[in-house]
C-alpha cells in the first residue's frame, strides 16, 4: 500500500533459484512502499533452533544468514550486492529473549504481555546480503570501548576471554587500511550449527562457537571478518561473479594484520595452511573448472553450489601477485586510495581493473591477470611464502611413518604447526598408522577444531573404528560447512563409513542448517553415484 491505500501488485511464477519476483506498480510520486507478508518456517535465510539445539539448553534461538542470495526469504528486498540500503527495525520477542542485529542499538521497551520490542537502525548504506538478526538467551561482554561480544551465558565468559584483544586488532587493521568506519565491532557467537565460521555483518559480526579453542588459535578468523570492515562491506562486490572482491581482498589482508601482530612466520603458516585448502578445492571443481576462476559466471547456478576457498585463497594470492609487482609502499597506498573512492560503493571485476590501471598503470599486464581471472586454476607463478619452519613441518610429515615427533614434541608446536603437519600425511592411513596418531594427538573434547576435524577426517577415511563414535557425536553438533563437507567425504571412502555417514545424516539432517544440509547431502549423494 502507499500512503494507506492498496496498489496492484504481481508476484511472477517460481524460479528454482531466484525465488518469485514482486512487481508493485506505484503512483505518481510515490516515495514510500508499505510490505505486509510473512516468512516461510523453511525460509532459507532464517533457522528456528528448539532449546535442545543451543549451549543453555533452556530457550529457542532464531538467527539470520542471507548471503549470498537468501535476504529475499526474509524480508522482500532488491536482493543484490549491487543496491545498498538504510534501515529501522523493531523486533517484537517474546520477554527473556534478547534481540541483536547488525545495526545500532536503538532501545527497547516492554510490549504486549510477555512480549518485549527492540529497537535498531542502521544510518549506513548496506547490501542486503548484510543484513543480519539474531534473537535468544544472550548476555554481553565488554572489550574495549566500541567492541563487546554477545553469547549465551554457558558460552560469553569463554567467548570474551577468547576474543580480548580485538581492540589491538582493530588497531592494527586501521594502520593499515585506514579508520574505521562502522562505529562499532560488536561480535555475536552462534550455537554450533552456524553454517560459516564468521559472518562479517556490519557492527555484530556472527561467529561459529567452534572457534572457542581455549588458547585463542582460532582468533584469525575474527582478523577476517574484522578486514570485511574496509574489503567487502565498505567496498563490495556488485555481484556473486566478483565474489573474489569481497574475499581475495579480505584473506590478504587478514594476513597483513596478522603478520603485523604475530609476525611474518605466523602469516607464513597460515598461507600455508590455505594452500593445502585451495588445493583441496581446485581438486573438488575438477569437473567444473569453470568455478575456479576468480571472474566466473553464474547465469542458471545457485551462488551456493560454487562457494569454495577459490575465491578465497587464489584471490588473496592474485592481491599479492599485484603488492610483490607494485611495491608494498606503492601497493599499500594504492589500497587506502581504492577503499576511499569506493567508499559505500559496489563494484565489478572490470571497475576494479580500470581503477588500477589508471593508478598503477601496466602493472595487471606484468601479472598476467587475465590467467588470474579467467583461466581456472591457478597460475604456475603464483607467488610462494618462504617459511623454514614450513619446509621442516613437509619434510617431517613426507618420513611418516618412518619418522615421527614425540606426544612432547608436539605440546610445544602452536595450532596451526600441528594443523599442517596433519594436513600433509598421507590422506588415507591404515588402521594401525591411525592408531598410532590418535595416541600421540591425545585430543582432547576442548581445544582447535581445525585440529580435530583434520584427524577426524583421516580417521574416517582409514576407517578407523575407534573413532567413529566422535565422528558421529561432531556431526550431530556442529553445523560449519567447512568442517561437514570433508567429513562426510572422508566417510565415503570405506563401507563402514558411508553406513555411519547415512545414519548421521538421517538423524542429524532435519537440525542442520539449509546450507549445510545441502552440502551434507550432495556428499552423500556422490557414495552412489560411486558405487
Avoid at 312 to 334: M, N, S
Avoid at 465 to 494: D, E, H
Wanted: proline share 8%.
Amino acid at each position: 500500500s502507499v500512503d494507506g491505500l492498496d496498489i496492484p501488485f504481481e508476484l511472477g511464477p517460481e524460479e528454482p533459484i531466484l525465488g518469485r519476483r514482486l512487481r508493485l506498480t506505484l503512483p505518481p510520486g510515490a516515495r514510500a512502499v508499505t510490505i505486509a507478508y510473512r516468512t516461510s518456517p523453511t525460509a532459507a535465510g532464517l533457522q528456528w533452533l528448539a532449546p535442545e539445539q543451543t549451549a543453555g539448553g533452556k530457550k529457542p534461538f532464531l538467527f539470520s544468514q542471507c548471503q549470498a542470495i537468501h535476504a529475499r526469504s526474509v524480508v522482500p528486498c532488491q536482493d543484490s550486492a549491487a543496491a545498498r540500503v538504510t534501515y529501522e527495525v523493531r523486533l517484537d520477542v517474546p520477554e527473556g529473549l534478547t534481540a541483536v542485529m547488525g545495526a545500532g542499538p536503538a532501545g527497547n521497551a516492554p510490549a504486549a504481555p510477555g512480549r518485549r520490542t527492540f529497537h535498531f537502525k542502521m544510518p549506513q548504506a548496506i547490501p542486503s546480503y548484510l543484513l543480519a538478526l539474531a534473537v535468544g538467551e544472550l548476555e554481553s561482554r565488554e572489550l574495549s570501548p566500541r567492541s563487546r561480544v554477545w553469547a549465551e551465558p554457558a558460552t560469553v565468559e569463554k567467548a570474551a576471554w577468547e576474543f580480548s584483544g580485538v581492540e589491538q586488532m582493530i588497531r592494527a587493521a586501521e594502520s593499515l587500511f585506514g579508520p574505521y568506519d562502522w562505529e562499532r565491532f560488536d561480535m555475536l557467537v552462534l550455537p554450533p550449527s552456524f553454517p560459516y565460521g564468521g559472518m562479517e555483518n556490519p557492527r555484530m559480526t556472527f561467529l561459529t562457537p567452534t572457534l572457542l579453542a581455549g588458547d585463542r588459535s582460532q582468533v584469525d578468523v575474527v582478523a577476517h571478518e574484522l578486514a570485511h570492515s574496509w574489503t567487502g562491506n565498505l567496498v563490495t562486490n556488485a555481484t556473486a561473479e566478483h565474489f573474489w572482491l569481497n574475499e581475495g581482498f579480505t584473506v590478504w589482508a587478514e594476513r597483513r594484520i596478522l603478520a603485523a601482530l604475530k609476525g611474518p612466520e605466523a602469516a607464513a603458516l597460515a598461507w600455508a595452511v590455505g594452500e593445502k585448502e585451495l588445493e583441496e578445492a581446485l581438486s573438488r571443481f575438477a569437473d567444473r573448472p569453470e568455478l575456479t576462476r576468480l571472474r566466473t559466471h553464474l547465469s542458471g547456478v545457485d551462488p551456493d553450489d560454487a562457494f569454495s576457498v577459490v575465491p578465497y585463497e587464489k584471490g588473496a594470492r592474485f592481491v599479492t601477485a599485484l603488492e610483490r609487482a607494485a611495491g608494498p609502499a606503492a601497493f599499500d597506498a594504492f589500497v587506502k586510495d581504492y577503499m576511499k573512492r569506493f567508499r559505500f560503493q559496489s563494484l565489478t571485476t572490470e571497475r576494479f581493473a580500470a581503477f588500477v590501471e589508471e593508478r598503477l598503470p601496466g602493472l595487471l599486464a606484468r601479472v598476467g591477470a587475465d590467467a588470474w581471472l579467467d583461466r581456472p586454476g591457478l597460475p604456475a607463478d603464483a607467488p610462494r611464502f618462504a617459511s623454514s619452519r614450513l619446509d621442516a613441518l613437509q619434510a617431517l610429515a613426507a618420513d611418516w611413518p618412518a619418522r615421527v615427533p614425540s606426544k612432547e614434541e608436539l605440546g610445544r608446536w602452536t595450532s596451526d604447526e600441528v594443523l599442517i603437519y596433519l594436513q600433509r600425511l598421507p590422506r588415507v592411513m591404515s588402521a594401525e598408522d591411525c592408531a598410532r596418531l590418535d595416541g600421540l594427538l591425545a585430543l582432547g573434547e576442548n581445544g582447535s577444531r581445525e585440529i580435530l576435524v583434520q584427524w577426524l577426517c583421516l580417521a574416517a577415511a582409514g576407517g578407523y573404528a575407534p573413532a567413529f563414535p566422535r565422528v558421529r557425536r561432531f556431526l550431530s553438533t556442529v553445523g560449519r560447512m567447512k568442517y561437514v563437507r570433508p567429513l562426510y567425504q572422508a566417510l565415503g571412502l570405506t563401507p563402514a563409513g558411508r553406513a555411519l555417514a547415512r545414519e548421521v545424516l538421517a538423524e542429524a539432517g532435519p537440525s542442520y542448517h539449509a546450507l549445510t544440509r545441502r552440502v551434507a547431502q550432495s556428499a552423500a549423494a556422490a557414495y552412489a553415484e560411486a558405487a
